[in-house]
């Protein structure tokens, strides 16, 4: 299984930062911040939905390689906007947030060995989740918010 048009999900995950920071660079706060319709998150937030995803993904990777069969916490993405209030969150600061958590991640991921990609943790909600198949999710879901992300920008550089 591949991520969308084949991409190799190391490689995708390895671009997303540039990607975003040349995506977001000259948008100011309120680019940030708006809402592309009611209900859907702003830039800002999905920058700090990134960061924190990252956070929760290195936690699972770690837990996984270390105790195969690992219990895996679900999360409300929701909860967590509304609860660490993602709209007024520095975007800048996401951003730092995600780069490096996203470098340290890449970099444990080239240091372990293949056979422990195929270590996997019990997902409470999906199920058996190896960490090839998280690596694969994740570069999915970064070319799922670079798409949305892009999606917002168009109109705001008119």
């Known amino acids: 299984m591949h991520t969308p048009n084949n991409q190799e999900p190391l490689r995708v995950q ?67 906007a509304n609860t660490f209030n993602y709209l007024q969150r520095d975007s800048k600061s996401s951003m730092e947030t995600f780069r490096a958590l996203r470098e340290n991640n890449l970099a444990l991921l080239k240091s372990v060995p293949k056979n422990l990609w195929e270590n996997y943790g019990m997902h409470q909600e999906r199920g058996k989740e190896s960490i090839a198949h998280i690596v694969r999710m994740f570069a999915g879901h970064d070319l799922n918010h670079l798409q949305q992300i892009e999606k917002i920008v168009k109109p705001s550089r008119r």
């Open 14 to 80: 390895q671009a997303t930062p540039k990607k975003l920071s040349t995506l977001i660079g000259k948008l100011n706060k309120k680019q940030l911040t708006k809402r592309p319709a009611p209900g859907k998150w702003s830039i800002a937030e999905i920058l700090a939905h990134l960061a924190d995803t990252e956070l929760v993904g290195g936690w699972r990777m770690r837990m996984i390689l270390s105790q195969n069969g690992t219990p895996i916490q679900a999360f409300d993405q929701d909860m967590w």
